[in-house]
């Protein structure tokens, strides 16, 4: 007599991987929109903010403090630069949206990299008179000669109000 031993567990297939796919594609998705929102990234389609003769004479107002800068490495083992701090308004306007321009430069004071970056996120919140917010913005490609300082920020767009 031969008997034929039959299991009782069923092939599993496919799904478990899949689903264990589709829930790694979401944390991603959900992890980099939450990190560009985060820097403070200005995307590609965005309009430069004025900066006619009222913003480049209110300029000189904003401040920048508390300057701290790290590096970190992202998911991909890409270093990422995040340089943070706070916006200070030394005024009597209220700023309602502020753009600067970043510049990393070499041991050479030669610019390595240069950005415009809106510092008050897609949804800026307006500072007051004295008033101060903080900031955090993320680089991802700082060239290797760059020299270690601190970058240069200048204002380069306001909207006052």
């Known amino acids: 007599m ?3 031993v039959q299991s009782t567990e069923k092939p599993r297939g496919r799904w478990p991987f899949l689903l264990i796919g589709a829930a790694v594609v979401v944390v991603l998705v959900v992890l980099f929109s939450w990190v560009s929102r985060q820097t403070g990234r200005q995307s590609p389609g965005q309009a430069r903010l004025p900066f006619g003769p009222a913003e480049q ?3 000189p107002n904003v401040k920048f403090e508390n300057l ?3 590096r970190f490495a992202n998911m991909l083992n890409q270093d ?3 340089l943070a701090g706070e916006v200070v308004n030394q005024g009597n306007r209220t700023i ?3 753009q600067v321009t970043v510049e990393f430069r070499n041991q050479q004071n ?3 990299l240069r950005e415009a970056r809106r510092l008050l996120g897609f949804e800026p919140v307006p500072i007051p008179p004295g008033g101060r ?4 913005i993320g680089f991802d ?8 300082h601190y970058p240069n920020i200048q204002v380069t767009g306001l909207v006052l109000h």
Not at 141 to 148: A, C, I, L, T
Request: charged residues 25%; negative net charge; proline residues 3%.
């Open 57 to 59: 004479a209110y300029a």
């Open 80 to 82: 990422v630069t995040y």
């Open 110 to 112: 030669q610019v390595v």
């Open 68 to 70: 701290k800068m790290s």
């Open 141 to 148: 490609k700082v060239p290797s000669d760059w020299n270690v």
């Open 2 to 4: 031969d008997f034929e």
């Open 96 to 98: 309602a949206d502020l």
């Open 133 to 136: 917010e903080a900031f955090r």
